[in-house]
Nanobody, 125 residues
Framework: QVQLVESGGGLVQAGGSLRLSCAAS????????MGWFRQAPGKEREFVAA????????YYADSVKGRFTISRDNAKNTVTLQMSRLKFEDTADYYC??????????????????WGQGTQVTVSS
């Protein structure tokens, strides 16, 4: 099991930037693919971005492609989501999640075993 703690959420104006971090502890972090999801009020949780165990590959939802960047530092057991050109519709609770590494991209919540408690992002229009 991997314990995950997100930070960095807050209030930002549309067009602005925000950096989310996720600190991991427990099992060997580098054995896990990592993902970010978000859930807006009244909506289902949706995939945002994923990164492979090595950090060499990443995958994004179409809605954030070109605006968000996922990265990881296996030496520090952290994964980061850099968000830029934020839009009102990016407002949501953001969660990081861990899944045992594999050769396929995981975009469904059920593919991830461990989750953080979430951090709130509010984008004002």
């Amino acid at each position: 099991q991997v314990q995950l703690v997100e930070s960095g959420g807050g209030l930002v104006q549309a067009g602005g930037s925000l950096r989310l971090s996720c600190a991991a502890s427990g099992r060997t972090f580098s054995r896990y693919d990592m993902g970010w999801f978000r859930q807006a009020p009244g909506k289902e949780r949706e995939f945002v971005a994923a990164i492979s165990w090595s950090g060499g590959s990443s995958y994004y939802a179409d809605s954030v492609k070109g605006r968000f960047t996922i990265s990881r530092d296996n030496a520090k057991n952290t994964v980061t989501l850099q968000m830029s050109r934020l839009k009102f519709e990016d407002t949501a609770d953001y969660y990081c999640a861990a899944a045992p590494s594999s050769n396929t991209w995981k975009t469904k919540s059920r593919d991830y075993l461990d989750w953080g408690q979430g951090t709130q992002v509010t984008v004002s229009s």
